[in-house]
Each structure stands twice: as C-alpha cells, then as structure tokens.
C-alpha cells in the first residue's frame, strides 16, 4: 500500500503545485482574473485535487499528507466560489496604464482577427470601386466623400479650415458620439454569435478601402494622409478593439472546448468587455478632439508633412503603449 501511495503521489504531485501556484496568485492580487483557459484549467486542477483526495481513503497516508490536501482543496473551493469582484476597487491610473493594454493583450487573438477581417473589407471595397467607380455613392455613406477628390482637396484648402469655425466643439462631440455608437455595436454584436461584430468590420473596412483607393487614383495621397492619419490611427485601432471585444464575447458565447456553463463564461469576460470599451470611449474622445481641431486644417494653414508625422508619433505611441504598458505590473486578468 505504501508503494501505490507512493506512485499517488509522484503522478499528481505536478498537478497539486501547479494549482498550489495559480492559488497563490490569485490570493496574493485581489484583482488577479485567470481568463477563460486559466479558469478551466484552474476548476480542472481543484476537480483532480478533490478526486485524489477522496482516494485517499483507500491508502495509509500519513495525516499530515491528508490536510494538506484537505487544505488545498478548501482554499480551490474558497476561491472559486468567492465573489472576488466585491473586493475591486478602481483606480484610474493603475485601470488606465495597466488593466486596459493587459486586458488588450490578454485576447489578442480576436484583435488580430478583427484587424484580418478589416483588411479583407477594405480590399473588397477597393476592389469593387475599381471596377464599378459608378457606385461609389453607395460604398460611401459620407456626401462629403461622393464628389472629386481633387475638387474637395482645393476647397478645403482654399477654406483654411473657416468652415468649422465657432462649430468645433459641436463637430468632435458629434464625431464623439457617431464612432461611440460604431463602436458599441461592434461589440454588442458579438452576441449573434460574432455575425453581426464581423459584418460591421468588414464594413468599415469596405469604407476605408474605397476612400484610399479614391484618393489615392486621384493622385490625393498626400493630402488623404494628412487628413487621415492624425485622428485615423487612433479612431481605427479604437474600432478594432472594439470588434475584438465583440469577438470575446462570441468566444464566450460559443464556449468550445471550455467546459463551463455558459453563465460562468459570461461572468469570466464581463470585466474585460467593461475594459475594452472603456478604453474604446476614451481613444475615441482624443480621435474626436484631434479631428476637429487638427484634421481639417490643411495646407497653406498646416503643412502636410507636420500632420502625418503628428499620426506616425501618434501610432507609435499608440503602438508601444498596447504593447508594452502593465507588463512590469500585476496581471489583471479575467474574474
């Protein structure tokens, strides 16, 4: 019998450290979250603990090796059927510089497919200009896009940005609420099982497509990055993250291979999805207030070479921010 507690032992010994490790992570940061796989990793390990201890009571084990068993067991149970979220607190700073671009990174995957699902849009948008020019009004839902490219070029420069003048503030808000509402739809759609979230991409994507394509066959390539790119790579990534929320939420929807019930899977990403477009609102808040006040400001007013070396700063920013900021700091992960 001492032999098989021995061969017990050396089989699960791995398993027991490894739920040993993910308890103390979870007990030494009250905001800690595993996610969706770390959390069916974590209920399996708690289930194969559990298993072993009840076969214990077919071995000579030592009563020393029985609580502490007995121990990790009730600490799995503590934890899994806490309400860890009562015990959150926010703080701006720490949601802000690392939550959010943890969080973002967490699913990266489901950004990665929101990027890939835009690219395939703004392809056939293109695509479908170049053959059918004809039906540009019906790619482009903007009046200000449907005319000449060259003729919009040489009134806006002509204007000086004087057309928007006493109505910026007016104009970000409204900027504001229309990427505002794209965005919760992006995400909210997620709930038709990520149909609705990659119709939406996909959209926008055709929209984008086309516009480059029109600007650019127009020889306006100077003037459209000018234009586009000191809001642009704020407000597109915002929209992107956006989709990927709404891909989380299809994930979770879906809930393939988890092994949860779907109400625990809700309940795992529902933190990340508040995360996600939190950090959608306040992208989109800057990329409203730089479109207003800077976009629409061409040459002679601003030279083109300033704006579009404002938007690559910005992307970089932007770039090292979601990619680097939290990692020195403590994972939040899902609840």
């Known amino acids: 019998m001492i ?34 796989e770390g959390a069916a990793r974590f209920h399996y390990l708690y289930q194969r603990a559990s298993a072993g201890l009840a076969r214990l009571d077919g071995l000579a084990a030592p ?9 990790l067991v009730a600490r799995a149970y503590g934890e899994i059927h806490s309400s860890r979220d009562n015990a959150h607190r926010l703080v701006p700073r720490i949601w802000l510089l690392e939550t959010f671009p ?4 967490r699913s990266i995957r489901q950004f990665q497919l929101a990027v890939l699902i835009t690219i395939v849009g703004a392809i056939f948008g293109a695509a479908v200009l170049m053959v059918a020019p004809e039906e540009k009004g019906m790619l ?11 003729e919009r070029v040489a009134t806006e420069e002509q204007e000086a940005g004087k057309r928007l003048a006493g109505h910026k503030a007016t104009f970000s808000s409204s ?16 709930m038709t099982w990520g149909v609705g979230t990659i119709i939406l991409l996909f959209y ?12 650019l066959a127009a020889g306006q390539g100077v003037f459209l ?47 990340d999805l508040t995360t996600l477009i939190g950090g959608v609102a306040l992208m989109l808040v ?4 730089v479109e207003a006040f800077f976009s629409q400001y061409h040459e002679p007013v601003l030279p083109y070479s300033v704006k579009i070396a404002f938007g690559v700063v910005e992307f970089c920013l932007l770039v090292l921010f979601l990619g680097r900021s939290g990692r020195g700091g403590k994972v939040a992960g899902r609840g």
């Open 102 to 105: 943890q969080t973002f990174r």
């Open 140 to 150: 482009l839902p903007f009046d200000h896009l449907h005319g000449s490219p060259a």
């Open 3 to 36: 032999i098989d507690l021995e061969r017990f032992t050396a089989t699960e010994k791995p398993f027991w450290d490894e739920l040993e490790r993910l308890l103390k992570r979870v007990e030494d940061d009250p905001a800690c979250r595993l996610g969706l």
């Open 225 to 271: 990055a000018g234009w586009l790119l000191p809001h642009g790579v704020i407000e597109i990534p915002a929209i992107l993250i956006a989709g990927q929320a709404g891909l989380v939420l299809a994930t979770a929807l879906i809930g393939k291979g988890s092994g949860l019930t779907l109400v625990a899977r809700m309940r795992l990403i529902w933190a």
């Open 63 to 71: 009563p020393e090796f029985r609580r502490y068993l007995e121990s």
């Open 175 to 190: 900027l504001m609420t229309h990427n505002t509402q794209v965005s919760i739809a992006c995400m909210a759609t997620g």
């Open 286 to 289: 800057w990329a409203g207030i």
């Open 204 to 215: 926008n994507g055709v929209i984008l497509g086309a516009v480059v394509l029109d600007y």
